[in-house]
């Protein structure tokens, strides 16, 4: 009668090497994503027809949570004026910022923050909560906890660089809510 031993392998929950450069692929693929997005998106509004959100704002789904607020917004002039502004060079500023991979965090907290303006004015449940805007709001997230500008971009040379012998990452711990 033959015997068989059974070995149980035990699985570390430690990332390999391996899955450290597969998470920084899909990191620096997204960002990538999301730059080229973010940054035609705004030069198109720099670059066609004048844009003007105020048709936007005031005709958000009266369902909508943020609909009182869009409305006062879109008939206040001076906010409009700058609305206008912000909206596509702030698109502008985040394309190129998760394109060079540089103060991504910075880039996709603002574009996690307009994805979020954007969500509540696009208000429309009917197919449930999860629409475009919802997930280009996670991966705008996603960019920010997983540093992605850290990975082949511009924050992995600021992180490096020195200041008086000592990274500057570490001499100015600030600068990790900014780089990354």
């Known amino acids: 009668m033959e015997t068989t031993t059974r070995t149980t392998r035990r699985i570390e929950n430690v990332p390999t090497e391996d899955t450290k450069s597969r998470v920084a692929g899909v990191a620096v693929g997204l960002r990538l994503l999301m730059g080229w997005i973010f940054l035609t998106a705004g030069i198109g509004k720099l670059t066609g027809e004048p844009f003007d959100a105020a048709g936007y704002l005031a005709n958000v789904d009266p369902a909508s949570p943020a609909a009182g607020i869009y409305g006062a917004m ?32 910075l880039a996709a907290f603002f574009g996690t923050l307009m994805m979020g303006a954007f969500y509540v004015g696009n208000w429309d449940v009917a197919n449930g909560l999860v629409n475009a805007d919802l997930v280009y709001l996670v991966v705008f997230l996603a960019l920010v906890v997983l540093a992605a500008g850290r990975y082949w971009g511009l924050d992995a040379l600021l992180a490096r660089h020195e200041v008086d012998g000592e990274p500057a990452i570490e001499r100015y711990p600030r600068l990790r809510y900014l780089v990354g």
Do not use: E, H, S
């Open 74 to 105: 879109a008939a206040n002039p001076v906010v409009m004026d700058l609305i206008n502004v912000a909206v596509p060079w702030g698109q502008v500023l985040i394309g190129v910022g998760l394109l060079v991979g540089g103060l991504v965090r």
